[in-house]
């Protein structure tokens, strides 16, 4: 079974790629983020607390995501593996994530990382906010906390997969979202 990490900053096109990586590749498409906003949709106790967080450009507890992950690994039909969309995020959920594999006699296939300036994160989300209207992209505090987060809690884990020999690279950046794609999956192709 392979199990893909989709990584890199808010904005640098995770999700915008995530469609047609999981379909070339034939891969169950999990985005911890998005299985986050379901839950605040449909107003659960754990959406609810989510909310505050999410909206602060805050993590979500490290056993939250966890949980969800593990459920979502335990209803695999019909694909060759995963594809992981803003999971792991923080060196406590990579570690985690390392041994939930590692009880199934899995490890993480290889890291697939999408690169874009600072800048970029701020443009590309304020013009997400425009167009899919999501809380955690609207305000400028909350996009700066995000920022500050991801460089504090999530890079670190560049150096985790680097050592571990499964972190590659690529641009998200210039270009249009096509070009971009191409650029991704050529990356993918060339690590299969
Ligand atoms: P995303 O859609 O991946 O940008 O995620 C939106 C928000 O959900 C993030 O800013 C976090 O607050 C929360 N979130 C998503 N994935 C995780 C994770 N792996 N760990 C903690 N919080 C997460």
Redesign the pocket.
Known sequence: MKYYILFGP?GAG??THAGAISEKYNLKHI????L??AEIAAGTELGLK?KE??TA??????A??EGMIESAFDTLKGFDGFLL??????LG?AEDLDKILAKRGEEVTAVISIMIPDDLIRERIAHRAAIEGRA?DASEATITN?IK?YHAQTEPLIEYYKKAGKYHEVAGWPGTIEENRARVLAMVDSIQ
């Open positions: 808010p995770k999700g985005s911890t983020g998005e986050l906003r989510a967080l999410i450009g805050a993590l979500v507890p490290d939250v995501v969309d803003g999971f792991p995020r923080t959920q955690d995000r987060t």
